[in-house]
């Protein structure tokens, strides 16, 4: 069954650092883009991050460039978002998505992709 499982969220001070992981099931990162959206209560879904599948190609977004590294390990099928220096307001639910053979980009609405995972939730209090 094809499906994505998130990991690694949980409760932090400004200023640390958790790193989420996301296992694919079913698929692999062959022609598939990878990226991470949030939802904050009261805001809008927004996509923080992606990875194209050779690796080559990133994205990330004003709010959290240079503070969060997106990455994939091929033999674990797996990708990572490493997020440093938090802040409040990078709390919410993180979600793992992917789409094969089209890009993600920020016209991607957010539970639209081909593949969308469970979420894990991040708290960082300040």
């Known amino acids: 069954v094809v499906h994505l499982a998130e990991s690694g969220g949980g409760s932090v001070e400004a200023g640390g650092s958790l790193t989420l992981s996301c296992i694919a099931f079913?698929?692999?990162?062959?022609?598939?883009?990878m990226g991470w959206f949030r939802q904050a209560p009261g805001n809008e879904c927004e996509l923080v991050s992606v990875i194209g599948s050779d690796g080559s190609r990133t994205y990330y977004s004003d709010s959290v460039k240079g503070r969060f590294t997106i990455s994939q390990e091929y033999a674990k099928n797996t990708v990572y978002l490493q997020m440093n220096s938090l802040k409040a307001e990078d709390s919410g639910v993180y979600y793992c998505a992917a789409n094969f053979g089209a890009e993600i980009s920020t016209r991607t609405r957010c539970n639209l992709t081909d593949v969308w995972g469970q979420g894990t939730h991040v708290n960082v209090s300040s």
């Open positions: 079913g698929f692999t990162f062959d022609e598939t883009d």
